[in-house]
């Protein structure tokens, strides 16, 4: 999977943040997932209990309980902790109902091609975004690449995930869902993980933005 997040400076220069990764989802509570990029190699844990963040780079980890599903598990991290997850929609047991509601626009823009594969390629609005999706025709539809446009931000930037590789069932990843975490790594408060995210240090961000 790989994910790029653009940013636009306050010169209005638009700037691409590259980073790629791995996710496994088994429903409805456990979930593992890995991304490196420029500022930051990092690991996720959830077994339906405990969420684990480990930076490997920085050697800090840090845990938080939260029972439940990974529906719960996204709107804890939007709503109580302040971390919406691009792109997190598609991670809920019914992504329909999560992304349908607030469209006021939708258009069928028939087919597209991503990494070789042949993709219906559909484009939604909403007062707030918009998106596409890519998903490969067939009988086992899935998608191929996401894009989100937020349009109240300045030069409205796009956020991208590609899937380069889709699995389900017995030919998914197997493997525990609960991070080792290194003997020497430091435990540290949710809010200490710095440059865990796409954007590093080097980034400021504006009041607002």
């Not at 809920?92 to 509601?101: A, E, T």
């Not at 995930?161 to 017995?170: E, M, P, S």
């Amino acid at each position: 999977m790989t994910q790029i997040l653009e940013v636009v400076t306050t010169q209005n220069e638009k700037l691409a943040l590259a980073s790629s990764g791995a996710l496994a989802l088994n429903r409805p509570d456990k979930m593992r997932a890995t991304r490196t990029g420029g500022f930051a190699d990092v690991a996720m844990g959830f077994d339906g209990t405990t969420l684990t963040l480990l930076g490997k780079n920085l050697n800090i980890y840090a845990q938080v309980d939260v029972p439940g599903t990974i529906d719960h598990l996204v709107d804890e991290l939007r709503n109580k902790y302040h971390r919406p997850a691009p792109a997190a929609d598609l991670l809920m047991s019914n992504p329909y109902d999560q992304l349908m509601p607030l469209v006021v626009d939708a258009k069928d823009l028939g087919s597209g091609v991503i990494g070789g594969v042949e993709c219906d390629h559909l484009a939604f609005r909403t007062k707030d975004v918009d998106w596409q999706i890519w998903m490969t025709q067939g009988a086992n539809p899935h998608p191929c690449r996401y894009v989100i446009t937020s349009k109240d931000v300045p030069g409205w930037p796009q956020y991208t995930i590609d899937v380069r590789t889709w699995k389900t069932g017995a030919d998914a990843a197997q493997g525990g869902f609960s991070l080792n975490i290194p003997k020497d790594a430091k435990k540290v408060e949710p809010g200490a993980l710095t440059n865990f995210d796409e954007l590093g240090g080097i980034f400021n961000i504006k009041e607002g933005q």
